[in-house]
């Protein structure tokens, strides 16, 4: 069984910063794949990105690619979202999630929330305009 504790959301300003942590008990966490989602009011859980292993094996959604960076350190079981140019839209609360790599999943797969089986609460960020 792993938990996932996620910290340092807040509140912050649009063009704003923050980085987002993720960190991992229960398992070895170099086993698993770490994904980010977000989910904002009224709206569905959205895929933010996912890193498989090494920042070559890292992808984003559309929305936050070159905004978002996703990497890990794996010796301190954790799993870091590092956020920069925040927009009004980027409020949400954001979940981090791991499932244990599948070595023939593709970049979809991965994207789809179902089939991550461990989660965090969340962090809740607001980014004001």
């Known amino acids: 069984q792993v938990q996932l504790v996620e910290s340092g959301g807040g509140l912050v300003q649009t063009g704003g910063s923050l980085t987002l942590s993720c960190v991992a008990s229960?398992?070895?966490?170099?086993?698993?794949?770490l994904g980010w989602f977000r989910q904002a009011p009224g709206k569905e859980r959205e895929f933010v990105g996912a890193?498989?292993?090494?920042?070559?094996?890292?992808y984003y959604a559309d929305s936050v690619k070159g905004r978002f960076t996703i990497s890990r350190d794996n010796s301190k079981s954790t799993g870091y979202l590092q956020m920069s140019s925040l927009k009004p839209e980027d409020t949400a609360v954001y979940y981090c999630a791991v499932v244990l790599r599948q070595p023939d999943w593709t970049h979809s797969d991965y994207e789809e929330s179902h089939r991550y089986n461990y989660w965090g609460r969340g962090t809740p960020v607001t980014v004001s305009s």
């Open positions: 229960g398992g070895t966490f170099s086993w698993y794949v």
């Open positions: 890193n498989t292993w090494s920042a070559g094996s890292t």
